[in-house]
């Protein structure tokens, strides 16, 4: 299969921040951000032909591992969002997809990285994926958003503690929690007047291991410094940890 070029490896999409997209103060909420990347990324994987119907025929599916967005500027209701994104390079089993977000006026407002993982639907194991999917991942490898990949988190021990019962509406078409809602988790583990003064800049969060419905979640947060915010969050029953996070305001 012949291996496209830049514009036909890049996707375009646009948005209209919407009232359900944004927080008590009109403001576009984090998870919603982070939400039009990801259904960009899902765009564009469906276009170059490895969405999620091929991965079905290939007893794969897709999962996001980590993201990293930096956010210049803040976008309120009604405003207009161009996403453009692309798969940029892959680092073993990591295939690496970055993102650049401008407003109407062509400006960037933020910008984003994100690591996947193929993995197998019998052994639920990733895996690497060779011919077309590969060599389409290396094709832009010149072209980034964000010049590192998303970070590693480490572990950060105790903080404040709030517990989370899962629901229905917290999962996806694969049967766990969808990667938002532990954004929206992170995000209401501070006060309104917080909110209020203060607004994300930036956001890295890391998925270790997946929170199935009716499970229940401790989620510890721990100030670093000014304004930057660490998460733990450990799944109760297993006692092992399924995310971390780093939010900047």
Known sequence: MQIL?????TLYKKFIVTSADTDMFGRLRLSGLVNYLIQSAISSADNLGFGLR???EE???WV????EVNIKQELKWYDEVIVETWPKTSDGIFYIRDFIVRDKNENIVAKAS???LAIDTLRKRPKVISGYISETFHALSHKQSIEHFP???KYVADGEMNEIQTTFFDTDLNKHVTTTRYIDWMMDDFPVDFHEKHYPTSLTINFIKETMPNEKMKIFKNQLAEN?????GLNVASEKQAFRGIITF
């Open 5 to 9: 070029n830049e514009k036909d490896l």
């Open 54 to 56: 091929f991965l079905k």
């Open 59 to 61: 007893q794969l599916f």
């Open 64 to 67: 996001l591992s980590r993201f």
């Open 114 to 116: 994100s690591s996947w």
């Open 151 to 153: 970070e590693k988190l």
């Open 228 to 232: 930057i915010f660490h998460f733990e």
